[in-house]
T-cell receptor, first 112, second 109 residues
Framework: NAGVTQTPKFQVLKTGQSMTLQCAQD?????MSWYRQDPGMGLRLIHY???????DQGEVPNGYNVSRSTTEDFPLRLLSAAPSQTSVYFC???????????FGPGTRLTVT | GIQVEQSPPDLILQEGANSTLRCNFS?????LQWFHQNPWGQLINLFY???GTKQNGRLSATTVATERYSLLYISSSQTTDSGVYFC???????????FGRGTSLIVHP
């Protein structure tokens, strides 16, 4: 099992550009989520999904879109990048909601 | 929502020392996890421990749900234990995990 994979590892965007961060898991987990990590802030939940076709907002959803068309994939879209979205983004999955979560390696995003 | 506080914020140890990290939470929980973020940024699962005690090698964790805290014990620390330790809790009425701000641990050789 590859576990949770994320691409790209690093990305630099200009303000106003859009992009998609990819996340995939091969553990047949129902629950997937996206977090951002900023210095001194811990991790904050952006969006989550309890299964294919079902998504919901977390603590900091503004400026981000998600969809879940398959169990395996949960992409995060930045619609119009802003410098405030400079952060490290982590994808996580678990068997079901409230079960043990497993994290991907992260994507370091810089918006100039 | 639930508040999660970790202490101490920073900890510096000599190799071989023992330490206790604390995670306090403001509400009852049905999910409590401890993670280690290594210096390369990778988040590693340590324990899934909504209640009780678990041990894994030199590390152990105890969650006392009725008193709303969890402890992570590191014995005979090694330089590879350096990094940031996070706890994350999900309260009974929520689906959203809340992370503490972490304890930064440096172990000197």
């Amino acid at each position: 099992n590859a576990g949770v994979t994320q691409t790209p590892k690093f990305q630099v965007l200009k303000t106003g550009q859009s992009m998609t961060l990819q996340c995939a898991q091969d553990m047949n987990h129902e629950y997937m989520s996206w977090y951002r990590q900023d210095p001194g802030m811990g991790l904050r939940l952006i969006h989550y999904s309890v299964g294919a076709g079902i998504t919901d907002q977390g603590e900091v959803p503004n400026g981000y879109n998600v969809s879940r068309s398959t169990t395996e994939d949960f992409p995060l879209r930045l619609l119009s990048a802003a410098p405030s979205q400079t952060s490290v983004y982590f994808c996580a999955s678990s068997y079901r909601i409230r079960y043990e979560q497993y994290f991907g390696p992260g994507t370091r995003l810089t918006v100039t | 929502g639930i508040q999660v506080e970790q202490s101490p914020p920073d900890l510096i140890l000599q190799e071989g020392a023992n330490s206790t990290l604390r995670c306090n939470f403001s509400d009852s929980v049905n999910n409590l996890q401890w993670f280690h973020q290594n210096p390369w940024g990778q988040l590693i699962n340590l324990f899934y421990i909504p209640s009780g005690t678990k041990q894994n090698g030199r590390l152990s964790a105890t969650t006392v749900a009725t008193e709303r805290y969890s402890l992570l014990y590191i014995s005979s620390s090694q330089t590879t234990d350096s990094g940031v330790y996070f706890c994350a809790a999900v309260s009974g009425g929520s689906y959203i995990p809340t992370f503490g701000r972490g304890t930064s641990l440096i172990v000197h050789p």
